[in-house]
T-cell receptor, first 111, second 114 residues
Framework: EDQVTQSPEALRLQEGESSSLNCSYT??????LFWYRQDPGKGPEFLFTLYSAGEEKEKERLKATLTKKESFLHITAPKPEDSATYLC????????????FGPGTSLSVIP | EAGVTQFPSHSVIEKGQTVTLRCDPISGHDNLYWYRRVMGKEIKFLLH????????ESGMPNNRFLAERTGGTYSTLKVQPAELEDSGVYFC????????????FGQGTRLTVV
């Protein structure tokens, strides 16, 4: 069965303290892996799509990487405005439609 | 350009009543998806429209849920009759034609069935 897990469930960082969020997945052929950011009361906001192992993408203080079994979202020198829930999701090669979401990591960046 | 719009933003109804949620996708987006997040659980796929056709509705919980997308524009998701376990946040997302295109999400409708 296709599934996505994320760790840690919650992460509290001091401003400027870099860290990584993990997304582990089991899927019958990966079509794409997505990272979203979700703020309270809002819908998920797209960050990155990764397609193949070894691929990396960056946006401001965020960098996403992908291996055959997991993806990491690296946050460099985070700021309080980076506080949010970060969601990982995968799309299987066998499914054009479904995106399977992980439970998310709740990130708090303390000034 | 307007994003994906959902309304109402909140709805509180009694068990047994009917509720209709609406989603207006980004103009020109043929793909429209409905998702649901039940308290404490991850976001789960409900169904996918391509224009006005249902491409995949395998995530729909049961036949109390009916989704439509007349004319390939906005979509509605009706729950009739609502049960307590239907409470959660219902998200709509849209994307343009083509595989591997990222989906843009609405802010969600928080449904509470009491």
């Amino acid at each position: 069965e296709d599934q996505v897990t994320q760790s840690p469930e919650a992460l509290r960082l001091q401003e400027g303290e870099s860290s990584s969020l993990n997304c582990s997945y089991t899927v019958s052929g990966l079509r794409g892996l997505f990272w979203y950011r979700q703020d309270p009361g809002k819908g998920p906001e797209f960050l990155f799509t990764l397609y193949s192992a070894g691929e990396e993408k960056e946006k401001e203080r965020l960098k996403a990487t992908l291996t055959k079994k997991e993806s990491f979202l690296h946050i460099t020198a985070p700021k309080p405005e980076d506080s949010a829930t970060y969601l990982c999701a995968v799309q299987a090669a066998t499914s054009y439609d479904k995106v399977i979401f992980g439970p998310g990591t709740s990130l708090s960046v303390i000034p | 350009e307007a994003g994906v719009t959902q309304f109402p933003s909140h709805s509180v109804i009694e068990k047994g009543q009917t509720v209709t949620l609406r989603c207006d996708p980004i103009s020109g987006h043929d793909n429209l998806y409905w998702y649901r997040r039940v308290m404490g659980k991850e976001i789960k796929f409900l169904l996918h429209f391509v224009k006005e056709s249902k491409q995949d509705e395998s995530g729909m919980p049961n036949n109390r849920f009916l989704a439509e997308r007349t004319g390939g524009t906005y979509s509605t998701l009706k729950v009739q009759p609502a049960e307590l376990e239907d409470s959660g946040v219902y998200f709509c997302a849209s994307s343009p034609v083509g595989a591997n295109t990222e989906a843009f999400f609405g802010q969600g409708t928080r449904l509470t069935v009491v």
